[in-house]
């Protein structure tokens, strides 16, 4: 059901990747619902981002990671807020004193909503790795210029 409403193209099995890890106790995968379908995701990653180089400069901060709005008209009525206040909650209750997320160069508008919600730059630049599955059935190698943002949880 949540991959027929949340497309992840190149990737079919982005879901049941997230839960394993969700099972295994590495993240917590979150779904939003309208009614009775889903409509955005995002993943906590407890042990925080992928990248070496920002996980060195932020060993104890967990990610928030591919958070997505579906399909794009909901966009910007407050799914993708709710999904990110959920996990600031997740990972306020486990104790840590901050979250952070990756955002990639080309996204503004993403960057905007974290920013307006208090995320703050680190001036820690990385590539983004994952792979993409083409229609032809290639697999490609990606890396996407990202920035890492860090919000405080501390009140």
Request: aromatic share 8%; charged share 25%; proline share 8%.
């Amino acid at each position: 059901m949540l991959r027929a409403h949340i497309p992840t193209p190149g990737d079919p099995d982005r879901h049941a990747v997230r839960f394993a890890r969700q099972q295994r106790g590495h993240s917590s995968f979150l779904i939003a619902w309208v009614d009775d379908l889903p409509v955005g995701a995002g993943e906590v990653l407890w042990r925080g981002c992928a990248a070496p180089e920002i996980n060195e400069h932020y060993p104890d901060c967990p990610e928030l990671n591919g958070l997505d709005v579906w399909p794009p008209e909901l966009r910007s009525q407050g799914i993708g807020t709710a999904l990110i206040t959920a996990a600031e909650d997740l990972v306020r209750e486990r104790g840590y004193p901050r979250i952070g997320l990756g955002v990639d160069d080309e996204n503004p508008r993403a960057s905007a909503l974290y920013l307006r919600l208090g995320y703050r730059e680190t001036g820690r630049h990385y590539l983004d790795r994952y792979q993409y599955t083409d229609p032809d059935g290639t697999v490609l190698d990606i890396a996407d210029p990202a920035r890492f943002l860090v919000k405080s949880l501390e009140t």
